[in-house]
């Protein structure tokens, strides 16, 4: 059982966030209704994250810090929209943790609180019912974690999925529309990588282990309407 996440780690969950948005850009980009609908917010998130694990691979897997650092460097570097910016906060933040000390349980559930602060004060104008509701909630879900790194992890995305059910409720224009929030959907998309590359990493089979974010299920349209979600996978490792 992983106790830390390492930079080998962090690699393989770079590259299975990445490959997981461009996956479902389609979806999240027919969620994106706020604040302005233009259908971009999965193709930004897919982008920034791409760039940021091909940042990662100049540098050295086993030395967690630079692994962090390039991510984050290539996330800023790549960032588009504010869907995008958000993104790079968030590794902002993991680099952050990295350089402090082992990334366990606990500085995940840190990582994720600091990643909300460092998102407040990059976007304009913070509004509830956005990434930023699904952000805060996987902070408090890891921190609830008390057995291990995944128990942390899995309880952050579990945390997470159920705020970005919830921010319908919180915005109108979300209630009116009938979907959940795009840039929050993309969070969902990263959390569920991290929780199963841990399951790989311990030999679990990955599928079904969290269903409720699995290829094909619908967590996007409240009224359950069906979201294209094959957007093409490119040839590169990430």
Partial sequence: MAENLDGPLIVQWARRAAKGLREKQSEINSLNVFPIPDSDTGSNMAHTMTEAC???????????????????????RGA??????????????????????????????????QAGGFVRSA???????????????????AAAGKESLRDSVAR????????????????????????VDAGGRGLVVILQALYDVLDT????DAEGAHSSTDAGTDTGRVSGTDASTDAPVHARSC
């Fill in 80 to 113: 588009r929209g504010n869907s995008g910016v958000v993104l790079s906060q968030v590794l902002r933040a993991l680099a952050d943790t990295a350089a402090r000390g082992p990334v366990n349980g606990a500085a995940v559930a840190a990582m994720l609180r």
């Fill in 156 to 179: 952050a995305l579990a945390s997470a999925e159920e705020a970005l059910e919830n921010t319908p409720s919180q915005l109108p224009v979300l209630a009116k529309a009938g979907v």
């Fill in 201 to 204: 990493a311990e030999g679990v």
């Fill in 123 to 141: 976007i304009s104008s913070p509004v509830e019912g956005t990434v930023v509701s699904v952000l805060d909630a996987a902070a408090r879900g």
């Fill in 54 to 76: 091909e940042s990662s691979e100049s540098v050295d897997e086993h030395n967690t810090a630079e692994v962090t650092a390039a991510l984050a460097s290539g996330a800023v």
